[in-house]
Nanobody, 126 residues
Framework: QVNLVESGGGLAQPGGSLRLSCKTSAYTLDYFGIGWFRQAPGKEREGVSCISSILGDENVTYYIDSVKGRFTISRDNAKNTVYLQMNNLRPDDTAVYSC????????????????WGQGTRVTVSS
């Protein structure tokens, strides 16, 4: 069973930072790519950033163009946790962010997740 638990959302000012955490199991990290997806009000959900499984493409990462240079995805294998460090936040980063797991084949482009966390809200506003 794949279990994903997010934390770390909240309110940030433009230019500020937040770090999202996705706690899961060692099995999930070994065999599944992990990624962050977001859905803003009135918009379609999009894959923000993904990282490959440990036993697969190890450390292959993907970023959507709008967050390159501002967001960083990382993994702490000892804590079974994937992080999304979000810097220089902008109002258009406001969305519900969800952690998801899926096959490496799809997560090279942050597509087609098969398992979802519950989501955490990020609001960027002054």
């Amino acid at each position: 069973q794949v279990n994903l638990v997010e934390s770390g959302g909240g309110l940030a000012q433009p230019g500020g930072s937040l770090r999202l955490s996705c706690k899961t199991s060692a099995y999930t990290l070994d065999y599944f790519g992990i990624g962050w997806f977001r859905q803003a009000p009135g918009k379609e959900r999009e894959g923000v950033s993904c990282i490959s499984s440990i036993l697969g493409d190890e450390n292959v990462t993907y970023y959507i163009d709008s967050v390159k240079g501002r967001f960083t995805i990382s993994r702490d294998n000892a804590k079974n946790t994937v992080y999304l460090q979000m810097n220089n936040l902008r109002p258009d980063d406001t969305a519900v962010y969800s952690c998801a797991a899926g096959a490496d084949l799809h997560f090279r482009k942050c597509q087609s997740p098969s398992h979802w966390g519950q989501g955490t809200r990020v609001t960027v506003s002054s």
